[in-house]
């Protein structure tokens, strides 16, 4: 079972935003990356990857699974695959 104590403070930790001091060098990265995101965990935004896409200097878009939750390269590891092979194929 869960101790409610480090539960409520790992949600205290996503309340700020840990990138806001590095956003201007992720930027400037032009390291390739997918953004896959899993749009049924109630605990981030529905906007949250697309920050991601806009900070990430070479990020390739972003690729949402409906429904899916925060552990879900788990469940559609097919998924995660396809994305990384187009990835790397692109690079």
């Given at each position: 079972?869960?101790?409610?104590?480090?539960?409520?403070?790992?949600?205290?930790?996503?309340?700020?935003?840990?990138?806001a001091?590095?956003e201007a060098?992720?930027?400037?990265?032009?390291?390739?990356?997918?953004?896959?995101?899993g749009?049924?965990?109630?605990i981030?935004?529905?906007?949250?990857?697309?920050?991601?896409h806009?900070?990430?200097?070479?990020?390739?878009?972003?690729?949402?699974?409906?429904?899916?939750?925060?552990?879900f390269?788990?469940?559609?590891?097919?998924?995660?695959?396809?994305?990384?092979?187009a990835?790397?194929?692109?690079?």
């Open positions: 079972m869960a101790d409610p104590a480090r539960t409520h403070a790992y949600a205290l930790g996503l309340a700020s935003n840990v990138l001091g590095v060098p992720l930027k400037a990265l032009r390291v390739p990356a997918r953004i896959v995101w749009t049924g965990d109630p981030f935004t529905a906007r949250a990857p697309d920050y991601l806009g900070i990430l200097g070479g990020s390739r878009g972003v690729r949402r699974i409906d429904d899916a939750k925060l552990f390269p788990e469940e559609f590891p097919d998924i995660i695959a396809e994305e990384a092979l990835l790397w194929r692109a690079a």
